[in-house]
């Protein structure tokens, strides 16, 4: 090898050797420095709060009062006032045309007619002696039980009436007029939009957390249980409830969630799930005091979703870790920000 080529391969070597030591202080350098950088850790100052345990179920939006109208008697259906409109209490919504029902009214009211025009004109000659006090009573019985006759008729007739039994809505008529309907037959429903409820089931395995005033809640607005029934039902398994609300807008046989508040807390110290653990089997946080990681046993109370409320081990004004846990421990120097 000549002497050129000896210097050559001894700058090339050194030249490497530089290299790699440059790299590695670079690299110990950077390691000395992530080491001195404190952690950064999201914290949450802790003041009073608010929590709830709340239950959510599925209900349905019903009216208060409604009525299913039925037939009593047979006939062709004759509709007087159409589906959707306002009635008041007493008003005639619809009939069942029945000419023979409505025939014998007639008849009877003649009936009357003549017997009573009989009875006066035998009484009138009670007292010139023409006819007997016997007579005349018999008259009297007759026209007695024409009136009793035509009680009865008027009475029949009326059940191939339809009322509204209160002031509503005129619902859907199962029925289409001109056709024939029979004794027992639906014809149409009666609501009344003003006072709506909403029925639910709750399971009866839990029912003593439950109560009739229970705070309720129904399109975030608050209402109170109106009933509990504390008795299995035999459709459905469970104890049937309802709410009485006040709506508007609320569609009628809609779904609805319904909230159940079960427990609740005022100026308490409410946590985010996420930052309490368990050490030993029991629940800690971690505080973070002059830029200082401490480890504090806690004792929790009211939980639900995504919140726990501590009941000890915490103050307010003190800064709770909630994110960046991991790989903490007490007396790690940390670098925090506000959630």
């Excluded at 035998?122 to 007292?127: E, H, R, T």
């Excluded at 039994?165 to 005129?170: A, M, S, T």
């Excluded at 909403?198 to 109560?211: E, L």
Aim: proline share 4%; charged share 25%.
């Amino acid at each position: 090898m000549t002497l050129n080529k000896k210097k050559w391969l001894i700058f090339f070597i050194l030249l490497i050797t530089i290299t790699i030591v440059i790299s590695i202080y670079s690299y110990k350098k950077k390691v000395t420095r992530g080491l001195d950088q404190p952690k950064l850790v999201e914290v949450n100052l802790l003041g009073k709060a608010e929590i709830e345990e709340t239950v959510h179920l599925l209900g349905t939006i019903n009216p208060k009062h409604v009525t299913l109208l039925i037939a009593k008697n047979h006939g062709t259906l004759d509709t007087l006032i159409p589906t959707g409109h306002k009635v008041r209490k007493g008003d005639l919504i619809a009939q069942i045309n029945n000419p023979d029902i409505e025939n014998n009214l007639e008849l009877t009211q003649g009936s009357v007619t003549i017997a009573k025009n009989q009875y006066e004109r035998l009484l009138s000659l009670l007292k010139t002696g023409y006819v007997s006090s016997k007579e005349v009573e018999e008259k009297k019985q007759t026209w007695l039980d024409a009136q009793k006759e035509l009680s009865k008729a008027k009475i029949e007739l009326d059940t191939l009436r339809f009322y509204a039994p209160f002031d509503g809505i005129v619902g859907a008529y199962k029925k289409k007029e001109g056709t024939q309907v029979n004794t027992g037959d639906s014809i149409v429903t009666i609501y009344d939009p003003s006072t709506l409820v909403v029925d639910f089931d709750i399971p009866c395995t839990n029912t003593s957390a439950f109560y009739e005033g229970q705070l309720v809640r129904i399109f975030n607005m608050p209402y109170k249980l109106s009933h509990l029934q504390k008795m299995i039902d035999e459709d459905s398994h469970m104890c049937p409830a309802d709410v009485t609300i006040s709506c508007k807008d609320c569609l009628i046989g809609a779904s609805t969630e319904v909230e159940l508040v079960l427990k609740g807390k005022k100026d308490t110290i409410v946590v985010p799930e996420q930052a309490i653990f368990l050490r030993n089997s029991k629940p800690h946080v971690y505080i973070v005091k002059d830029n200082v990681i401490e480890l504090v046993p806690v004792t929790t109370g009211i939980k639900n979703k995504s919140q726990i409320e501590v009941t000890s081990g915490l103050k307010f004004g003190q800064q709770l870790v909630v994110k960046g846990l991991e790989r903490l421990y007490p007396g790690l120097k940390v670098a925090i920000y506000h959630a």
